[in-house]
């Protein structure tokens, strides 16, 4: 097919944030697109995952700081939480997210089907209303849905995509999985009042993160009231007659709650794509295989974000869909994204944030390396009488006096760390911290304090 026979230059599948910033960079380099989207524009992130869960967890905030303001001298009285206002409020807001999406996709000239698509032969893709269409490129960004295991009675339980949309908060609620989305919500839920028990098939809470963090986290959720049941699989999930579910974990007696949330990670979205019809490989979990440039085995088709199981993370989607763009339509050389040393958060009660090499495998991999450490409590918990205390790391390489990885847990610690990756990131050294001025009195300042 000659070049000027193609429908569009490039055709995205998937709207979220990957496959938005690079329809909207082709199109800005002048390139026909369009982009097919068979649930909301906006994908994971804005109407289901990160921007509606950090909503929760700002209205969860609120429980510890009205308690805690009475040590301050406020006097709230008649103090009530009402979850479905909240919820409607922050699903309110995602639909204003949305619509502003849908707004900079038009305002580039992008073409929108808001039906599934599905590719169906060389440089053809068939929409859901039987509509066939053609493009030099094809772009892959559907990005990845909840894993739910196979046991009994599985049907019966939520993923983190239900949880929004509750009718009401469960007073007994089993969240299963024991990484960020389930210590993410175990905290939301506790602060609304829920009984939360977290059940996890090994020992170990968030796998990834430094141990020191992972332990004071465990600590820490323990004191709050949260339940964790380790080395457990599921055996059954079985409703019962007024609408409770009663569980069967190895090792555990049958409990009864009023909510089981599956949050055991996430899968590439790939089932029906077409993808093998045209030969693009998929890896062992579904995942589609690409290069350092995003591009498939089939040389025109390419994959951004969670699908490809890269890093999923939204700000790593974005920037692979911005050099996908750059690279394929831009007038400059073609680039890829480093994947190395990128920052993370965990939007647990407190929040957790990394970037860089844990304690472990800086000793893995340099050896020779120094640890420097601060286990404070922050000035607010000491007037509100709180006991919590924050806990910050440093690792270095002891060679040059490189930092090479930043881990926080502390109220603020995502908002502090986002300066502090920079600083990691640019190969900055101990030194450099120690010459920087503390601005006094912060918890930030513990970072140049260091000793």
């Not at 000659?2 to 995205?12: I, M, V």
């Not at 019966?156 to 999985?177: K, M, Q, W, Y």
């Amino acid at each position: 097919m000659a070049e000027q026979d193609y429908d569009y230059d490039l055709f995205t599948i998937g709207i979220g944030s990957g496959g938005v910033r690079a329809s909207r960079i082709a199109a800005a380099h002048g390139a026909k697109v369009a982009a097919a989207e068979e649930y909301r524009v906006g994908g994971t992130c804005v109407i289901r995952g990160c921007v509606p869960k950090k909503m929760l967890v700002y209205g969860a905030h609120f429980a510890e700081d009205l308690e805690d303001a009475t040590h301050f001298g406020w006097t709230v009285e008649g103090k009530s939480f009402d979850w479905v206002k909240l919820r409607d409020h922050v699903q309110s807001d995602v639909t204003r997210l949305e619509g502003l999406y849908g707004e900079t996709l038009s305002n580039h000239d992008v073409t929108v089907f808001k039906e599934r698509a599905e590719i169906t032969g060389d440089h053809e893709i068939t929409l859901a209303c039987g509509r066939v269409l053609t493009a030099k490129y094809i772009l892959v960004a559907t990005g990845a849905t909840p894993h739910k295991p196979e046991f009994e009675g599985n049907e019966h339980c939520i993923t983190s995509n239900e949880a929004f949309h509750l009718d009401e908060v469960p007073r007994r609620i089993l969240i299963a999985g024991g990484g960020y989305i389930a210590n993410e919500f175990a905290g939301i839920f506790n602060e609304f009042g829920s009984k939360v028990t977290i059940a996890n098939r090994s020992d170990v809470i968030l796998r990834g993160y430094d141990a020191a963090l992972r332990d004071r986290l465990l600590q820490i959720s323990l004191t709050k009231g949260i339940e964790f049941c380790f080395n457990v699989d599921f055996e059954y999930v079985r409703k019962q007659d007024d609408g409770t579910l009663l569980v069967k974990m190895t090792g555990h007696d049958e409990r009864v709650f009023d909510q089981v949330m599956i949050a055991t990670g996430r899968v590439p979205n790939t089932d029906g794509l077409g993808l093998e019809k045209v030969g693009v490989e998929l890896g062992e979990n579904g995942e589609i295989k690409v290069d350092a440039f995003s591009k498939t085995t089939v040389d025109y088709i390419y994959a951004v974000g969670d699908v490809t199981d890269r890093v999923q993370l939204t700000p790593v989607a974005i920037r692979e869909g911005q050099a996908f763009a750059d690279s394929v339509f831009g007038p400059g050389e073609p680039y890829a994204v480093d994947h190395s040393c990128i920052p993370s958060a965990v939007f647990s009660h407190p929040p957790i944030a990394a970037v860089g090499m844990t304690e472990g495998e800086a000793r893995n991999r340099l050896g020779n390396i120094r640890v420097y450490q601060s286990d404070f409590r922050p000035m607010k918990n000491v007037v509100a009488g709180r006991s919590e205390r924050g806990l910050y790391k440093m690792i270095v390489d002891a060679a040059n006096d490189r930092i090479v990885g930043v881990h926080m847990i502390g109220p603020e610690s995502p908002e502090i760390m986002q300066a502090a990756a920079v600083a990691v990131k640019a190969g900055l050294t101990k030194a450099d911290f120690d010459a920087t001025t503390a601005i006094h009195p912060t918890m930030a300042e513990e970072l140049v304090l260091l000793k």
